[in-house]
C-alpha cells in the first residue's frame, strides 16, 4: 500500500538557519506530493503541492521537488523565522486513476525555531 | 470566502456513549473528507464523501460511520465511544477532482471520560 516516511523530529534551530525536512513515499503509480503544516490548535494548511515528477513546489520561501526516481519530496527552506514553528507534514494522493481524495500522512516533524 | 467549519470544536463524552460531529465545507466543494489525528496513531483517514456517496473508507470499524447531504456538508457520528476514540477529528474539503487540494477545518477536539 500507500506509506510516507518523514524524518523524526523535534527539529530545533536557530532563526535564518537553513530547513530540510526529509520525506519518502511509497506508491503505486502517481501520486500527487503536498507538504501540510499544523500551528497549535488549528487544523492543517496546505503548504505546497506538486502533482507530477520533476515538479517544484514553492511557497512562503518553502520549496520541494518530487523526485521520481529518489521517491522523495524533501522540504526546503533557505532562512527560517520564529514564526515557522510548527509541524509540519509530508503527504500523498493517489493519481488520478481511482484515486479520490484520501491523503496518506507522514508521522509529522515538529520544527522549533529559536531567536 | 468562508472556509470549512467545524462544530462543536470541543466535546467531552462518556465511555459508550455515542457523538455527532458536523463539517461545513468550502462554498462549491463537493468532496468531504474525514480524518482522525491521535498522538500514537497520527493522521488517518476515515472516509470521504462525494455527492452525498461514501467515494472511500479507511480501516476503522463500523461504529465510525458518516454522510452527505445534499447541500455538502457532512456528519460522522461514533457509536458506543471507547477511550482510545478521543483525539482530533479533521474535516476537509475539495472541489471534487483529484487534482484538487484539500482545505481543512480547525477540528473537534473529542475527549473520552
Known amino acids: 500500500g500507500n506509506s510516507v516516511t518523514q524524518m523524526e523530529g523535534p527539529v530545533t534551530l536557530s532563526e535564518e538557519a537553513f530547513l530540510t525536512i526529509n520525506c519518502t513515499y511509497t506508491?503505486?503509480?502517481?501520486?500527487?506530493l503536498f507538504w501540510y503544516v499544523q500551528y497549535p490548535g488549528e487544523g492543517l494548511q496546505l503548504l505546497l503541492k506538486a502533482t507530477k515528477a520533476d515538479d517544484k513546489g514553492s511557497n512562503k520561501g518553502f520549496e520541494a521537488t518530487y523526485r521520481k526516481e529518489t521517491t522523495s519530496f524533501h522540504l526546503e527552506k533557505g532562512s527560517v523565522q520564529v514564526s515557522d514553528s510548527a509541524v509540519y507534514f509530508c503527504?500523498?494522493?493517489?493519481?488520478?486513476?481511482?484515486?479520490?481524495?484520501?491523503?496518506?500522512f507522514g508521522t509529522g516533524t515538529q520544527l522549533k525555531v529559536e531567536l | 470566502k468562508a472556509g470549512v467549519t467545524q462544530t462543536p470544536r470541543y466535546l467531552i463524552k462518556t465511555r459508550g456513549q455515542q457523538v455527532t460531529l458536523s463539517c461545513s465545507p468550502i462554498s462549491g466543494h463537493r468532496s468531504v473528507s474525514w480524518y482522525q489525528q491521535t498522538p500514537g496513531q497520527g493522521l488517518q483517514f476515515l472516509f470521504e464523501?462525494?455527492?452525498?456517496?461514501?467515494?472511500n473508507k479507511g480501516n476503522f470499524p463500523g461504529r465510525f460511520s458518516g454522510r452527505q447531504f445534499s447541500n455538502s456538508r457532512s456528519e460522522m457520528n461514533v457509536s458506543t465511544l471507547e477511550l482510545g476514540d478521543s483525539a482530533l477529528y479533521l474535516c476537509?474539503?475539495?472541489?471534487?477532482?483529484?487534482?484538487?487540494?484539500?482545505?481543512f477545518g480547525d477540528g473537534t477536539r473529542l475527549s473520552i471520560l
Open positions: 464523501y462525494f455527492s452525498e456517496t461514501q467515494r
Open positions: 506508491a503505486t503509480g502517481y501520486p500527487s
Open positions: 476537509a474539503s475539495s472541489i471534487g477532482s483529484s487534482n484538487q487540494p484539500q482545505h
Open positions: 503527504a500523498l494522493r493517489r493519481g488520478l486513476t481511482g484515486g479520490g481524495n484520501k491523503l496518506t
